[in-house]
């Protein structure tokens, strides 16, 4: 079991920044393979869950087309903890963005793993 648990969400306005941050923890500690993921409506499913970002064991990096050259994704060891650096938002960047752990990455992108966190809301106006 791994838990997950997400932070730093927020209302902004186009162009600005946010830092979301994922806190890990279980009894074998990291680093995992991580990827963020968002939802633009509370009636989508978890299957429904948009792939943002990932990083693998290894630190290789994995983003949406739409996110490559805005978000960046990266982590801290010592803390277990993952982040989700986002630039130059955009109204269609609002969503609540959800970290998911042990998600497989291959291709280009991640897909969905084991655990969810309950995700942080990002809201992003013109």
């Known amino acids: 079991q791994v838990y997950l648990v ?12 946010l830092s979301l941050a994922c806190r890990a923890s279980d009894q074998y500690g990291g ?5 963020w993921f968002r939802s633009r409506s509370e009636e989508e499913r978890e299957a ?3 792939f943002v970002a990932g990083i693998d064991q ?16 990266s982590r801290d060891n010592a803390r277990n903890t993952y ?10 960047d609002t969503a609540r963005y959800y ?5 497989h990455c291959e291709n280009y992108r991640c897909y969905k793993g084991n655990y969810w966190g309950h ?8």
Do not use: H, W
């Open 31 to 35: 680093p995992y393979n991580i990827g």
């Open 83 to 92: 982040f989700l650096q986002m630039d130059a938002l955009e109204p269609g």
């Open 58 to 73: 290894g630190g290789n990096t994995y983003y949406q087309d739409s996110a490559k050259g805005r978000f960046t994704i």
């Open 48 to 50: 429904e869950r948009e």
């Open 119 to 126: 995700g942080t809301q990002v809201t992003v106006s013109s």
């Open 99 to 103: 970290c998911n752990a042990e998600v």
């Open 6 to 17: 997400e932070s730093g969400g927020g209302a902004v306005k186009s162009g600005e920044s």
